[in-house]
């Protein structure tokens, strides 16, 4: 029998720990949803901040109990959730501190396969490639330059309220989870965020140690390239390799959505191409004519479906940045700002302009609800 310290032991352990994870972190999860636990950490701090938890989640729409009865939430609801927190705490930075009760435990199977990978590098890609088990509305995509890593969240749920909030979130938890994997002596060359600049800017500075640049177009960590070669220490092949079949038995049974994979493959930075929809088939190994037919069967097509897409983005840029519409123009690859203009008055019946003045009269100083999180949903 194996001492206590030996190698056998520890792998025993680790192994014994993998089949402990909750069903509700090891099942995949409908599309528009992610799992329960950034909501139980919004239920941790409003009580640490003498916030009434229930009165919070009546008017988000959900029960403070539901993760005891339901695995997943809706990104819509999440959204919701943390802009009325943030509203009601009247803390600019509350993404930033769901984000920062994360842990690798947090991310189910995802976590184990990051913590028994070989290299930083090697938990990134993991990351990567099975970020669908936990969140059925954003992606995460890797870029590797010479010098720098960017490492980037980015929502394609076009419904989701709260994006920006998503967005500081996600950065937060995955700056948590690289630190508890190789150690905090390091920290990322500098964070971009897609939100306004919030009246103070320190819990941002201080919790990343790292210059933090606001009204960017997406949600961004700049990471040293050295950082992908460091080792995990403790990683172990044998329940790496576990953990690797549970996930692919996961993801077997439970195949991508067709609408949720092309929306993913539009929002990755290799596919640019918002109206080529002979790219995205090619991308995803059908041919275009087959694609056609199955979005037809589900009452769709390939340019609505491009079109909410953008939509989406559009609406996330003009709220919650004071990015111009040049720019959003071309971040959503329009020929011109005009063609966006046009493009918007068709899908909203207004102008961008006229959009935002809307949802935020005054766009050229953000009011509270608009700087704290960007969702105004607490305005409505």
Same mark, same amino acid.
């Given at each position: 029998?194996p001492?206590s310290d030996?190698p056998?032991?520890?792998?025993?352990?680790r192994? *014994?720990? =993998?089949?402990?994870i909750?069903?509700?972190?090891?099942h995949?999860?409908?599309?528009?949803?992610?799992? @329960?636990?950034?909501?139980?950490a =919004?239920h941790?701090i409003?009580i640490?901040?003498?916030?009434?938890p229930?009165f919070i @989640?009546?008017k988000?729409g959900?029960?403070t109990q539901?993760?005891?009865? @339901?695995?997943v939430v809706?990104l819509?609801?999440?959204?919701?959730?943390?802009?009325?927190?943030?509203?009601?705490?009247?803390?600019?930075?509350?993404?930033?501190?769901?984000?920062q009760?994360?842990t690798l435990?947090?991310?189910?199977?995802?976590g184990?396969?990051?913590?028994?990978?070989?290299?930083v590098?090697d938990a990134?890609r993991?990351?990567?490639?099975?970020?669908?088990?936990?969140?059925r509305?954003a992606?995460?995509?890797?870029?590797s330059g010479?010098?720098?890593? *960017?490492?980037?969240?980015?929502?394609?749920?076009p419904?989701a309220?709260?994006?920006a909030?998503?967005?500081?979130?996600?950065l937060? *938890?995955?700056?948590?989870?690289?630190?508890?994997?190789?150690?905090?002596d390091?920290?990322p060359?500098?964070?971009l965020?897609?939100?306004l600049?919030?009246?103070d800017?320190t819990p941002?500075?201080?919790f990343?140690r790292?210059?933090v640049?606001f009204?960017q177009?997406?949600?961004?960590?700049l990471?040293?390239?050295w950082?992908?070669?460091?080792?995990?220490?403790?990683?172990?092949?044998?329940?790496?390799?576990?953990?690797?079949r549970?996930?692919?038995?996961?993801?077997?049974?439970?195949p991508?959505?067709?609408?949720d994979?092309?929306?993913?493959r539009?929002?990755?930075?290799?596919?640019?191409?918002?109206?080529n929809a002979?790219q995205?088939a090619?991308?995803?190994?059908?041919?275009?004519?087959t694609?056609?037919?199955?979005?037809k069967?589900?009452?769709?097509?390939?340019r609505l479906?491009?079109?909410?897409?953008r939509?989406g =983005?559009?609406?996330?840029?003009? *709220?919650?940045?004071?990015?111009?519409?040049?720019?959003?123009?071309a971040?959503l690859? @329009?020929s011109e700002?005009a063609?966006?203009?046009?493009?918007f008055?068709r899908?909203?019946?207004?102008?961008?302009?006229?959009?935002r003045k809307?949802?935020?009269?005054?766009h050229?100083?953000?009011g509270?609800?608009?700087?704290?999180?960007?969702?105004?949903v607490?305005?409505r």
């Amino acid at each position: 029998m194996p001492s206590s310290d030996s190698p056998e032991h520890s792998q025993s352990t680790r192994l *014994a720990e =993998i089949d402990k994870i909750p069903c509700r972190l090891v099942h995949p999860i409908p599309l528009g949803f992610v799992h @329960f636990c950034a909501v139980q950490a =919004i239920h941790e701090i409003l009580i640490e901040r003498d916030v009434d938890p229930k009165f919070i @989640f009546q008017k988000a729409g959900i029960s403070t109990q539901f993760w005891e009865n @339901f695995d997943v939430v809706p990104l819509t609801v999440l959204g919701r959730l943390t802009a009325l927190a943030a509203d009601h705490t009247r803390c600019s930075h509350f993404g930033l501190l769901v984000g920062q009760r994360a842990t690798l435990a947090s991310l189910g199977v995802i976590g184990a396969l990051m913590r028994n990978s070989e290299t930083v590098g090697d938990a990134l890609r993991a990351l990567v490639r099975h970020h669908g088990i936990l969140n059925r509305g954003a992606v995460v995509e890797m870029l590797s330059g010479d010098h720098i890593v *960017a490492v980037s969240y980015v929502p394609y749920e076009p419904d989701a309220e709260g994006a920006a909030l998503h967005c500081e979130r996600a950065l937060a *938890a995955l700056t948590k989870v690289l630190w508890s994997l190789c150690g905090s002596d390091w920290t990322p060359e500098a964070v971009l965020l897609p939100r306004l600049q919030p009246p103070d800017t320190t819990p941002y500075t201080g919790f990343f140690r790292a210059p933090v640049q606001f009204e960017q177009e997406t949600a961004t960590l700049l990471l040293p390239s050295w950082l992908l070669t460091r080792s995990i220490e403790g990683a172990e092949p044998r329940v790496r390799t576990v953990v690797e079949r549970r996930i692919r038995q996961i993801e077997d049974e439970y195949p991508p959505d067709l609408i949720d994979e092309i929306r993913r493959r539009m929002r990755t930075a290799g596919i640019r191409m918002w109206t080529n929809a002979k790219q995205v088939a090619r991308q995803m190994e059908i041919n275009r004519r087959t694609l056609s037919r199955r979005l037809k069967a589900e009452g769709t097509s390939f340019r609505l479906v491009a079109s909410q897409l953008r939509l989406g =983005i559009a609406k996330q840029l003009l *709220a919650d940045t004071n990015m111009s519409l040049a720019l959003i123009s071309a971040a959503l690859e @329009f020929s011109e700002p005009a063609a966006f203009t046009h493009a918007f008055r068709r899908w909203t019946g207004t102008t961008p302009s006229a959009w935002r003045k809307e949802r935020r009269p005054d766009h050229a100083t953000p009011g509270p609800s608009a700087a704290w999180g960007g969702s105004g949903v607490a305005d409505r």
